[in-house]
């Protein structure tokens, strides 16, 4: 596609209930971000793709965190038993380059709201 | 010690009138540095990236960096009501790339 596409747009959760969102990178794009940004905040690493590969998890804030990419293009961030802390808009970002960045290009977000 | 520093604004200048952010960061290794404007509820879009010591110009945005100061801003000549927005500083360093908390911008007619 075009863009970055990721859904869904917005999504409420109850407490304790497990999520799942989803990114669609631009076609051929190597390497995969989540990011998650607070309301006034810049976004937060979250985790890194490269191709299939996840490189890099560490910014996953709990082990209740969890992301696949399984065939090198569309990801998928699950988030179980969600707690209100998670509350947050989810960024995806791809880049065509492995390694040195040029620049991320970033989806619309997942404001994911937990009640 | 936030690793990427902005200061939060907001900052208002008047239309036509040249707008200043800046951003500091901590990791001197870092590798390269990128400006992304926000608008409310919209996601990042990357507007400048600079590597080099110096200046970059693009139409009316220009980056500096200086990398012993550890040190890059953003300028916008001629603001337009429309810039009006949260500008986020990154800072990049082996697949790592770290964001500011924002500058919120306001531009006044």
């Known amino acids: 596609g075009a863009g970055v596409s990721q859904s869904p747009r917005y999504k409420v959760a109850k407490r304790g209930q497990d999520v799942a969102l989803r990114c669609d990178p631009i076609?051929?794009?190597?390497?995969l971000f989540w990011y998650q940004q607070a309301l006034g905040q810049g976004p937060e690493f979250l985790t890194y793709f490269q191709n299939e590969a996840q490189l890099d998890k560490s910014g996953l804030p709990s082990d209740r965190f969890f992301a696949e990419r399984p065939e090198g293009s569309v990801s998928t961030l699950k988030i179980q038993r969600t707690q209100q802390e998670d509350s947050a808009v989810y960024l995806c970002?791809?880049?065509?380059?492995?390694?040195?960045?040029?620049?991320?290009?970033f989806g619309s977000g997942t404001r994911l709201t937990v009640v | 010690q936030k690793e990427v520093e902005q200061n939060s604004g907001p900052l208002s200048v008047p239309e036509g009138a040249i707008a200043s952010l800046n951003c500091t960061y901590s990791d001197r290794g870092s590798q390269s540095f990128f400006w992304y404007r926000q608008y409310s509820g919209k996601s990042p879009e990357l507007i400048m990236f600079?590597?080099?010591?110096g200046d970059k110009e693009d139409g009316r945005f220009t980056a500096q960096l200086n990398k012993a100061s550890q040190y890059v801003s953003l300028l916008i000549r001629d603001s337009q009501p429309s810039d009006s927005a949260t500008y986020l500083c990154a800072v990049y360093n082996n697949n790592d790339m770290r964001f500011g908390a924002g500058t919120r911008l306001t531009v006044k007619p």
């Open positions: 600079i590597y080099s010591n």
């Open positions: 970002a791809s880049s065509l380059y492995e390694g040195l960045s040029y620049g991320y290009t």
């Open positions: 076609s051929g794009h190597v390497s």
